[in-house]
């Protein structure tokens, strides 16, 4: 396992469509967090996932995104009904929090809705 | 709600000098601190995290400093190289384990 995988690397979608990413954390992590990231911005938490069970929402999430994590595996990334403000880079980071407060992520996908 | 800023100006210094990045935080009390340094398009790296009942940390050419009673942590490169140039963002976890991070100071060291 090289560390955390994103896909698609980069999604061009027209406005009002919906997108899946998928993120694949490394193995034996239990947390996984999902953030977005705009140009010349930090990363803004969006959600975390604690095993299978989503723990917390951002204000930022929108009742158009929706995540999931099935068998607290690999996650996914809904957006529905894109919109042009959903243009970003979009970031999953996983940890084990057993034994580190630091957070793996993944090359993100970049998001472009025209 | 949490509020972190970060040097609001690209900084630029020569090759061999120290560089020092701030981030200021304010409406919180975070048990600890991280630093990650970012590249273009490409996620974020952790570098370092300091606890709250420490005053400095350090790892190779890289220190960082906490301040509690300030609000702040300051991260330091020492002798500087082209390859430090970056992003780096300061993180910090807060109330339901929300994790809010810097706007990112963008460092380029001069050859």
């Known amino acids: 396992d090289t560390g955390v995988s994103q896909d698609p690397r980069h999604k061009i979608t027209k406005r009002g469509q919906n997108v899946t990413f998928r993120c694949d954390p490394i193995?034996?992590?239990?947390?996984l967090y999902w953030y977005r990231q705009t140009l010349g911005q930090g990363p803004e938490f969006l959600t975390y996932?604690?095993?299978?069970?989503?723990?917390?929402k951002s204000r930022l999430l929108s009742d158009r995104f929706s995540a999931e994590r099935p068998k607290g595996s690999f996650s996914t990334l809904e957006i529905q009904r894109t919109e042009q403000g959903d243009s970003a880079m979009y970031l999953c980071?996983?940890?084990?929090?057993?034994?580190?407060?630091?957070?793996?992520f993944g090359p993100g996908t970049r998001l472009t809705v025209t | 709600s949490q509020k972190i800023e970060q040097n609001s100006e690209a900084l630029n210094i020569q090759e061999g000098k120290t560089a020092t990045l701030t981030c200021n935080y304010t409406n919180y009390s975070p048990a600890y601190l991280q630093w990650y340094r970012q590249d273009p398009g490409r996620g974020p790296v952790f570098l370092l995290l300091?606890?709250?009942?420490?005053k400095e940390k350090r790892k190779e050419r890289l220190k960082v400093t906490f301040d509690t009673t300030l609000k702040q942590s300051l991260f330091h490169i020492t002798a500087s190289q082209p390859a430090d140039s970056a992003t780096y963002l300061c993180?910090?976890?807060?109330?339901?384990?929300?994790?809010?991070f810097g706007t990112g100071t963008s460092l380029t060291v001069i050859p």
């Open positions: 996932f604690q095993n299978e069970a989503q723990l917390e």
């Open positions: 300091i606890r709250e009942n420490e």
């Open positions: 993180a910090l976890e807060g109330t339901g384990n929300q994790f809010y």
């Open positions: 193995s034996e992590h239990n947390r």
């Open positions: 980071a996983s940890r084990w929090t057993g034994s580190s407060y630091e957070q793996y």
